[in-house]
Nanobody, 114 residues
Framework: QVQLVESGGGLVQAGGSLRLSCAASRSIFSMGWYRQAPGKQRELVAIITSGGSISYADSVKGRFTISRDNAKNTVYLQMNSLKPEDTAVYYC???????????WGQGTQVTVSS
């Protein structure tokens, strides 16, 4: 298992920006962000591999940017042009090659007011 510690959530007005960080206890193949809004299933937001391959959910393309510092085992999510529908608990996730999950962060609340 990988220990993941998140930071950076908060309350922001629509159109604003937030940056999430997630530090892992060791190197892992892929790191990503998921989110879960009340009454909804957890969904993938963005994922990045140690080699730099990136995928985004269609709903955040052009607004969110995922990046990674392999030396620090840390992944970031820069969220711009936030919308009320981005309101959710955001979870960091670590996966090995093949997609096996190796851990989840504790979650950080992001609230976007209209």
């Amino acid at each position: 298992q990988v220990q993941l510690v998140e930071s950076g959530g908060g309350l922001v007005q629509a159109g604003g920006s937030l940056r999430l960080s997630c530090a892992a206890s060791r190197s892992i193949f892929s790191m990503g962000w998921y989110r879960q809004a009340p009454g909804k299933q957890r969904e993938l937001v963005a994922i990045i591999t140690s080699g730099g391959s990136i995928s985004y959910a269609d709903s955040v393309k052009g607004r969110f940017t995922i990046s990674r510092d392999n030396a620090k085992n840390t992944v970031y999510l820069q969220m711009n042009s936030l919308k009320p529908e981005d309101t959710a608990v955001y979870y960091c996730n670590a996966r090995a090659v093949g997609g096996v999950s190796h851990g989840w962060g504790q979650g950080t609340q992001v609230t976007v007011s209209s």
